[in-house]
């Protein structure tokens, strides 16, 4: 097998632009953004679509608690912070098409059918607890799992000079992993926060880590990554 120094030599020699080697390069925060998916009370919230389900939003909920730290920690360190948000349901369904009310009706026990996801002006589409944008906080509304379908994602992105995204949010399984793929698809550099993404079981969430380990990113932890912004903004200026 070929030496893993060897291999990136190699890569180096006929990429277009110098590789980031090494999480402290990906997420330097100069061209890192951190996308926080879906926090609103319908997914996170006991009286929220998902709690009505009857899923398990324990792992949900202990996630939430974590991340308002690391968003500290990521600003502080001039990291572009990018909120998602959904807008699933409207009275006059403006975005949920015949296939989404078919595939929710063959799987789902109510959701987006007989309980409202995501309306816009709702409690179940406000954001969960105090994990809000702040006013210079990009917003991208979406209504798809995949946060650059039909958004101005890719435009923030690329209008900041960003090449790292960094995941938060739910469900690990679904919304995180759709728009991370979709962002490995762009060339962008993926990392996705282990204890920072919750899906509403463990083994939903082991297993998306898995493969996106394996095809489309880096997996990291809220400890290791604040570690590395909280040692950049004590970096002494030269």
């Known amino acids: ?30 061209h890192t953004a951190i996308i926080v998916v879906d926090m609103q009370n319908d997914f996170v919230a006991k009286d929220g679509m998902m709690g009505k389900e009857g ?7 202990e996630m939430a608690e974590r991340i308002p730290a690391l968003l500290a920690a990521a600003r502080k ?5 990018i909120f998602v948000r959904n807008i699933y349901s409207t009275g ?3 975005y949920l098409s015949d296939v989404w009310m078919e595939q929710a009706a063959r799987k ?11 309306e816009a002006t709702s409690w179940g589409g406000d954001y969960y607890g105090n994990i809000r944008p702040e006013p210079n906080d990009p917003v991208v509304i979406k209504h798809r799992y995949n946060a650059f379908l039909n958004t101005d ?3 923030i992105l690329r209008a900041n000079g960003i090449r790292t995204t960094v995941f938060t949010g739910v469900s690990t399984n679904c919304c995180v992993e759709s728009t991370a793929r979709e962002a490995f698809m762009r060339d962008y550099y993926v990392v996705v926060v282990d204890d920072a ?7 939903l969430h082991q297993a998306a880590l898995k493969t996106l380990d394996a095809l489309f990113g880096e997996i990291t932890s809220i400890t290791v990554l604040t570690d590395i912004w909280n040692r950049t903004n004590n970096a002494p200026a030269y």
Not at 55 to 61: D, I
Not at 197 to 203: G, L, N, P, Q, V
């Open 1 to 30: 097998m070929a030496n893993r120094d060897d291999l990136y030599e190699s890569a180096q020699t006929i990429a277009h632009k110098p590789l980031l080697r090494g999480l402290r390069e990906k997420v330097a925060p100069r």
């Open 55 to 61: 899923w398990n939003l324990t792992l949900a909920q």
């Open 77 to 81: 360190a001039g990291v572009l912070v």
């Open 92 to 94: 006059t369904n403006h």
């Open 108 to 118: 789902r026990p109510g959701g987006y059918i007989t309980i409202p996801g995501c």
């Open 153 to 155: 994602l890719d435009t």
């Open 197 to 203: 993404t919750a899906s509403y079981t463990r083994e």
